[in-house]
């Protein structure tokens, strides 16, 4: 049974369709790429699975599963109960989506409160961020958002998305705002934390090259439909849509660019005393 | 040849609470005529403080900096007139650049008049060619514009006055995919038209790799390697730029592969009076680390800033490029 299902579903903007046909399914514990272009529909139909579209957008046909329940249809299309429970949300620009005038930790408590768990939320606060990778998390509860750089303010986002331990994640172009050794550093991140917990997850990005290595499977939009979807490789190697092709064309043959990975780090050198512990 | 631009020991500080912050520590540079030289590096590496001091939009804390071998470190405004007019700088969000009351028609003559050119008005309608702009495209304003186009205007006011060299701040990052390609395209055209010499900043190192033929590796304000941009990509040496080329996601799969070298977390420290500035973050750090790290040679024109950096033909079954 999947994570998330979603079927043929609609979305209208005034009268215009901006997402179309939309069928997509997370099963638990893997990752499915979504991946187009800026106004393809990515983050609408994201949004649609939290129950959190904006007021101009409805749903006018299809439905969304959780865990098999029906979710969200077009007569329920802001049920905001299915957040934090079933299925949870980062997004790309994390220090915009954190409050700036309180303390991480008290952000990361909140969702656990709301949450009714058992335990001390406070110390489970300080849990979850050592978990996303956070050194002395407990100071860093004590912190503000400004306190913090790009990739430790995603990493307070994602300890707030598995706060409440969703069946689904859904990132939307979770690196996008971050330097390339910190996007690998949270990807591997939520990698772990994936097979950690069976949770599945849904990686929105423009970029090919990032869904790529990450998902299992992918599906393409391109103007508000899927026109692509299958396992990573067979869409990597062999596209069927032009769109998918383009896509995969040019991340392949960038000029000048060999296609061989970087070359194995030379071996120690001998000459050199080998370093002793404690240096 | 004679470079067009040199950098000598460049640094700028800023003061940052009671601290200083070395922006830029110690960066030597040379741009031969009709050269793309790329920086790439992590944000905060100081790559575009040292655009800003290169433009002479900053003036350096020491250092200097020549134009067609005249020192420009120190000039006053009035006589760095005609090193303006030579070496223009094109920035990332041109949102923030252009006058949103202006129209492109307005934006684009700005330059030529101040500069004096007589005949502007017929200069804005080849230039506006020259980049792509179309004729209608000249009554609207920058918020009615898409990204490329913008950054198109962006362009076109740099090259209006037919510089020499451009100084680029992440041209592409504000727009998507296919306004990327184009505007690459037409950088590539311009420069070989306009026989431009170019620095382009990026933190995409796609972009570099499309327009540069060599590429400098920037860590906190110092140079961490340089090469012929093929030998950064693909046989990088310095341990930084060999974690960064490797973070780029591949389409292969070939990047997310468990062993993959990591850097420790960048925040909280105190960055070392001496020594490499890498090291407390490197997964390879040795003692040696400590003292000042050599500049290595690793191959003609190839140089790395690192204590593991071996000299040219000095190691086992990696053949320099």
Not at chain 1, 77 to 105: E, Y
Request: aromatic content about 2%; proline content about 8%; charged content about 25%.
């Amino acid at each position: 049974m999947p994570g998330l299902q979603i079927d043929g579903l609609r979305i209208a903007i005034g009268d215009r369709d901006v997402v179309r046909a939309v069928d997509l399914a997370v099963e638990p514990g893997s990752c499915r790429g979504l991946v187009g272009e800026s106004g393809s529909g990515k983050s609408l139909t994201a949004l649609a699975s939290l129950g959190l579209l904006p007021r101009a957008a409805r749903i006018t046909a299809g439905r969304i599963l959780l865990g098999g329940d029906e979710t969200v249809t077009p007569d329920r299309d802001r049920t905001g109960g299915v957040r934090g429970s079933g299925i949870a949300m980062i997004f790309q620009s994390p220090r915009a989506a954190l409050n700036p005038v309180l303390r991480v930790g008290h952000q990361v408590e909140r969702v656990l409160r709301r949450k009714d768990q058992h335990g001390d939320p406070r110390k489970r606060c300080v849990e979850l961020l050592g978990a996303v990778g956070l050194g002395e998390p407990d100071k860093a509860a004590r912190l503000y958002p400004h306190e913090l750089s790009g990739g430790m303010c995603q990493r307070v986002m994602i300890a707030m998305g598995i706060a409440s331990e969703p069946q689904v994640l859904i990132a939307d172009e979770p690196v996008t705002a971050l330097d390339v050794t910190v996007q690998a550093d949270i990807l591997d991140l939520l990698d772990d934390i994936r097979s950690r917990t069976g949770m599945g997850m849904l990686l929105i990005s423009h970029d090919l090259s990032v869904v790529a290595e990450r998902c299992e499977s992918i599906s393409v939009m391109w103007q508000g439909a899927i026109v692509e979807a299958g396992p990573n490789r067979t869409v990597i190697n062999s596209p069927r849509h032009p769109f998918t092709a383009e896509l995969v064309r040019d991340l392949a043959n960038p000029p000048n660019v060999t296609d061989r990975p970087p070359q194995p780090l030379p071996a120690r050198p001998a000459d050199h005393p080998p370093a002793e512990a404690g240096g | 040849m004679r470079p067009l631009i040199e950098v000598h020991g460049l640094r700028k500080d800023y003061r940052r609470g009671g601290d200083m912050l070395h922006a830029v520590d110690g960066i030597d540079l040379a741009l031969m005529p009709g050269e793309s030289v790329g920086v790439i590096g992590e944000s905060g590496a100081g790559k575009s403080t040292l655009a800003r001091c290169i433009t002479r939009l900053e003036r350096p804390t020491s250092g200097r900096v020549f134009f067609q071998g005249v020192d420009v470190t120190d000039l006053s405004d009035r006589a760095l007139r005609r090193f303006r007019r030579e070496v223009q700088p094109v920035f990332q969000d041109p949102l923030t650049v252009l006058n949103p009351r202006w129209t492109v028609r307005r934006l684009i003559a700005e330059p030529l008049k101040i500069h004096g050119e007589r005949n502007a008005e017929r200069q804005v309608d080849e230039v506006c060619r020259d980049v792509g702009l179309a004729s209608e495209l000249m009554t609207r304003r920058p918020r009615d514009l898409s990204g490329g186009e913008r950054q198109r205007v962006a362009i076109a006011r740099a090259i209006a006055l037919r510089p020499s060299v451009l100084v680029l701040d992440e041209p592409t990052a504000s727009v998507d995919r296919p306004a990327r390609r184009a505007l690459l395209a037409l950088l590539k055209r311009l420069q070989s038209e306009y026989g431009l010499t170019c620095l382009y900043i990026s933190h995409d190192i796609r972009t570099i790799a499309e327009t540069c033929g060599r590429t400098i590796v920037m860590y906190r304000g110092r140079l961490a390697e340089e090469g012929p941009t093929t030998a950064i990509l693909n046989s990088p040496r310095h341990v930084y730029t060999q974690i960064l080329i490797s973070s780029i996601p591949r389409i292969d799969g070939a990047g997310a592969q468990p062993g993959r070298l990591k850097a420790g977390p960048a925040s909280g420290q105190h960055l070392p009076d001496t020594g490499c500035l890498f090291a407390h973050r490197c997964p390879r750090a040795l003692p040696e680390c400590a003292a000042g790290p050599p500049v290595v040679e690793v191959a003609p024109g190839h140089r790395a800033v690192c204590v593991l950096a071996e000299p040219a033909g000095n190691h086992n079954g990696v053949t320099p490029s």
